[in-house]
């Protein structure tokens, strides 16, 4: 049997279609499985990439066998600056490269007309099943015409959590019930792997691996403010009442960014948490840029992180650690973790939530007292 998964990004998506990898394993544990995901997140699924030891053809771990990057982000911006010939070559190599195994199950839990043509490119026996979304499902992005290149479209309940979503889609593809998440948690990464995250940052291993401007072996909390969406955006001063809180507690307050404009505001939140306009020696950190390698191993070592509704807070969650998820303008039941009573969820649509209960939520995880 051989299947490939087809969810492409962005961050949080990707990480809430990882279940699926071990409801297939669970059910087709000798199964090739295959994943085509943006180039950019191919790091989010290396840790659940199929591993063997030296000389052994048995493997350790049975997880994803092929990782397929693709590049449609970087290939756009390519083009509309003119370089085509690159572009072309490199999607015909990508092309060429997704065709050298026939498979037996496609699985694309995207519904959009990229990653629906993704399917189309692939090579499936004569007899292959594309499995699909039939419906839009309350606040994702859905393209109806993606349905045509499926030859079976799953009908989705419309108020359905992402993790949810995607596992409605490949129970219909194998044939078995949804999985009830109210009997067992979903999974994501493997225990072991998350042990040794643990491990590694209790070790201080990240700064090592790259210089991010401060001390991982002190205490820290990861305050993820920035996110594509204004209106998903926590006030700044409630960020700052928070940072003054702990910083005054001797926990440094890093506020990661990923733009020059995300850094501008992380440097001012900085400088307000501190009170002054230099941030040496400060405990309120705007940190070296990072990878989402590294972030891995930044939560693991974190207190706790608070952040919006964007992928790397949906990391932490994931991981089982300590997390604080604010929702400001989007619905809290979509994305929230579920799975650990680690994960506190606050806020919602519309109703944001306020310091207090933040600081509530910091006394229940033991980070204040």
Request: hydrophobic fraction near 40%.
């Amino acid at each position: 049997m051989k299947i490939l998964i087809v969810k492409l990004s962005s961050l949080g998506d990707v990480l809430h279609n990882l279940p699926i990898v071990w409801d297939l394993r669970a059910k087709y544990p000798d199964a090739q499985i295959d994943w085509v995901v943006e180039e950019g997140y191919v790091g989010l699924l290396e840790p659940l990439k199929t591993s063997y030891s030296d000389g052994n053809t048995t493997p350790d771990f049975s997880g994803i066998d092929r990782i397929i990057p693709l590049a449609f982000r970087r290939w756009k911006k390519a083009l509309k600056r003119g370089e085509f010939i690159q572009s072309i070559q490199e999607y015909i190599a990508f092309k060429a490269d997704l065709q050298t195994t026939q498979y037996d199950l496609i699985i694309e839990t995207q519904g959009l007309l990229k990653s629906a043509w993704v399917t189309k490119l692939a090579n499936p026996h004569q007899t292959a099943k594309v499995f699909g979304l039939a419906n839009q499902t309350e606040f994702s992005g859905y393209e109806p015409w993606a349905r045509r290149f499926y030859t079976d479209c799953v009908q989705v309940p419309f108020h359905c959590h992402a993790v949810d979503r995607s596992r409605w889609v490949s129970a219909s593809a194998m044939d078995v019930p949804v999985p009830d998440r109210t009997v067992a948690a979903p999974q994501f990464y493997s225990k072991t792997y998350v042990e040794s995250l643990l491990e590694a940052a209790h070790l201080g291993f990240a700064s090592t691996r790259v210089d991010l401007g401060f001390d991982v072996t002190k205490p820290y909390v990861m305050c993820f403010h920035a996110t594509a969406g204004v209106s998903k955006r926590w006030s700044d001063d409630h960020w700052v009442s928070i940072g003054k809180v702990l910083v005054a507690k001797g926990i440094q307050v890093v506020l990661p960014w990923g733009n020059d404009k995300e850094k501008q505001i992380s440097i001012q939140l900085a400088k307000k948490i501190s009170g002054h306009a230099s941030l040496e020696g400060s405990k309120a950190i705007v940190p070296n840029a990072f990878s989402i390698a590294d972030a891995f191993g930044l939560v693991a070592g974190a207190k706790v992180t608070i952040g919006v509704d964007t992928g790397l807070t949906h990391l932490s969650a994931i991981l089982g650690m300590p997390t604080i998820e604010l929702y400001c303008d989007s619905p809290r039941w979509k994305t929230e973790g579920y799975w650990s009573p680690k994960i506190h969820n606050l806020g919602d649509k519309g109703q944001p939530p306020t310091p207090e209960e933040v600081l509530q939520a910091l006394k229940d995880l033991s980070v204040i007292d």
